[in-house]
């Protein structure tokens, strides 16, 4: 890791702006909790800063639940269910990386393409401006807002299950 990071107030600062910007999308945005559309597939990149905080979150779990990520985690496949995820449920919440946060949100990333959530498809998020590939609403630009904010406090962002299953030192940690 580089420079020391106010990781925590960073994210409470960015937590209140995602909100506004959720508020924004008004009635396209379908979240609500029991919803897990997004962590039933997808590769959840994060940065060490981020798997640092997410793991103090799983540190702070009953012995049970500590189990069942274990578990989860030992039978994670690539571009499958995110391990945290039980009963439908965020284990993690408040330690969620911020590509969790961002989630269901319409952006620009890298390259100026644009992010409209998976779950688009399952009649959610933006289902009532999208069709197929053509779409009626305003992205945000929240690259510029987060990852390139944090850019020089990473040492390398990589999809979940790579930290997981490649790496011995953070293996050990759970
Ligand atoms: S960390 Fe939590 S919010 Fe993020 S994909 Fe996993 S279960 Fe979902």
Redesign the pocket.
Known sequence: MGAEIDYEGFIKELDIRLKGYFESFGDNIKCKRGC?D??ER?D?PLSDVELAY?MQGFTELDIHRKAEVKENIKNMVKGGV?????NK?????S???I???V?GLAYFYKDKKVKIPYCVNNGKNFSDVCEGEIYTVQPINLNLDTYHILEGFYSEIKN?YDWFHTDNDTNSVV
Do not use: A, K, W
Not at 82 to 86: T, V
Not at 89 to 93: A, R, T
């Open positions: 897990s997004c962590c997808g959840y997410l995110c391990p945290f995820l039980i449920e965020c284990s993690v919440y330690y969620r990386p590509i969790c946060r989630h979940m």
